[in-house]
């Protein structure tokens, strides 16, 4: 069965420090991984693409990472800001019709 | 992200009634995928659109169903509405065959749905 985990599932951090979301799959055949934001109520928007070949994208404070082996995905935040606050999706696209695969996503505050 | 439209943006319906969504594709795309998202929980796919042909089905009853118009852009319409059909329902248009075009996959803001 296809399947994204994500962990942790929330996560509080003061403003300004770093943090890591983290993502397993298992999902066959396997076209591509992104990372979307989502605030609440508010549709998912992408942060990064990263394909099979793909190990590391950076997308200003964010970096995702990719092992395709292991079939693990990490989400770093570097700096925090208060608007980071949001729901961090994990979407591994498989092939054929390409349908999306979404994590429960993890939700993270950040305080002052 | 922008390009995607959905209307409306928040809908209140009685248990029973039917209930019409709307979505207007991002310019360039040939494809619409529709997902149900509950409080709390990840989207969940419901189906998907291709050049006006249903493609691709989730676990859902056929009392979910859509259509895709010659514009590209595309309905969802549920009968017989539940109470769990209460959830945000996202809307996303692509470009089939290019999953890792900078463009695709582009998100709506969603439509609230309460069903009471």
């Known amino acids: 069965k296809n399947q994204v985990e994500q962990s942790p599932q929330s996560l509080i951090i003061l403003e300004g420090k770093n943090c890591t979301l983290q993502c397993n799959y298992t999902v066959s055949p396997f076209s591509n991984l992104r990372w979307y934001k989502q605030d609440t109520g508010r549709g998912p928007v992408s942060l990064t693409i990263m394909t099979f070949s793909e190990n590391t994208k950076s997308n200003g404070r964010y970096t995702a990472t990719l092992d395709a082996d292991t079939k693990q995905s990490s989400l770093h935040i570097t700096a925090s800001q208060l608007s980071d606050s949001a729901s961090y999706i994990c979407v591994v696209i498989t092939g054929g019709y390409n349908k999306l695969i979404f994590g429960a996503g993890t939700r993270l505050a950040v305080h002052p | 992200e922008t390009g995607v439209t959905q209307s409306p943006t928040h809908l209140i319906k009685t248990r029973g009634q039917q209930v019409t969504l709307r979505c207007s594709s991002q310019?360039?795309?040939?494809?619409v995928s529709w997902y149900q998202q509950a409080l709390g929980q990840g989207p969940q796919f419901i189906f998907q659109?291709?050049?006006?042909?249903?493609?691709g089905r989730g676990n859902f009853p056929p009392r979910f169903s859509g259509l895709q118009f010659p514009n590209y852009s595309s309905e969802l319409n549920v009968n017989a509405l539940e109470l769990d059909d209460s959830a945000l329902y996202l809307c996303?248009?692509?470009?089939?065959?290019?999953?890792?075009?900078?463009?695709?996959?582009?998100f709506g803001s969603g439509t609230r749905l309460t069903v009471v």
């Open positions: 996303a248009s692509s470009l089939l065959r290019e999953p890792t075009s900078a463009y695709g996959y582009t």
């Open positions: 659109y291709y050049r006006e042909e249903e493609n």
């Open positions: 310019s360039g795309h040939n494809t």
